[in-house]
């Protein structure tokens, strides 16, 4: 793999982890009655049956801790609310349950846990049993239903590593019937449950969350549409919008996503900010590891060229093209900065804040004229 640095990432603008205050360290967790993190953020509850892996999840992709490591986690005993918004785009709370939380107790207030969830991911184990978590499943989906019906209910079927290809499938089918028969059963057949496949110890679940936290995205269509645009002008194949931090994609053109693109624009994301941490560190170990100067080019032996450019402090734009597509860099850099213009204006950046709950002032794709990409750059 031949690879191509933009001087300034290696010159000084990337830093050491400066930037990133959370998010290379296992911690940034509070107990929830000492927190002074506001009530009314969106959350995303992670619930399911003791050990089937809720902890591990929120710490391989919120605090890049290693999959092997999460092998010595304790059992959560309290509730555990995360608030990653100082150092990611995925401006949510998301909130850990112990294995054993009790709907019954009078201390457990549906209503004040329910009301401002935006996504409800129910883990379960597929390597244990599933009677009980399947009853947990309906039990859970029914009071949260109960307090707020927007609520986006998510399965994770969860360590799917330790299954061969056709146990995988027939597990999916079978939680997929049972867990639908069982709201039928409740008279709640219109709950819609989302199934996903995952496991810490490859991209599914970066994927799987890329799709929870999609979906409470106000702003997808249009980002979808400048994506569309950017590439068609640019001869680009395939583009994700990437949270930087957690590497969730939280938009990419529209067409499909295989895995392999996407665990390579993974990859890259890793090289660039372990580079940068390792030598664009200032002597006296201050600076940024992703700053508005960040940009990496990687050439790959199969005339593939991957393309990464920081969009906002948190969002980073990672590109697959063709190597003929990149003669054109000119092109792609004017496209690219019209691109970024565009999705500054869809959250109204101004200055360090940026949420995803703020609507666009103008019409962004008004603004985007982008110059045309012919296939010959002699053009
Ligand atoms: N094979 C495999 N094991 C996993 C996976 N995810 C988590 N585990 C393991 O499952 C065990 C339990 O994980 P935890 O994250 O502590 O589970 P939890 O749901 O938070 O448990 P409680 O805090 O007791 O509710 C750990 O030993 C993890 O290493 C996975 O994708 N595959």
Redo the contacts with the bound molecule.
Sequence with gaps: MNMEYDDSVLGGSYGGLGSFPKSFGYGGMEDLEESSIPADKPRILLM?L????????QKVVFHKMS?NE??F?E??CRLYKDDISSSSFVNFQIW?F??QVDFFEPTFDSEMIFRGTGALIF?IDA?DDLMDALTRLRLTVSRAYKVNPNINFEVFI??V??LSDDTMIETHREIHQRANDDLADVSLEKVHLSFYL????DHS?FEAFSKVVQKLIPQLPTLENLLNIFISHSGIEKAFLFDVLSKIYIATDSSPVDMQSYELCCDMIDVVIDISCIYGLMEDGSGCAYDHESLAIIRLNNTTVLYLKEVTKFLALVCILREESFQRKGLIEYNFHCFRKAVHEVFEVSGSSEAFSVFPAASPLQMLTLRNFSADPGK
């Design positions: 399911g003791r050990r089937s892996g809720k902890s591990s999840i999959p999460t092998l986690l059992s959560t850990d112990p294995g883990v390597q969860h360590k590593d330790g995952t496991s810490i110890y679940i």
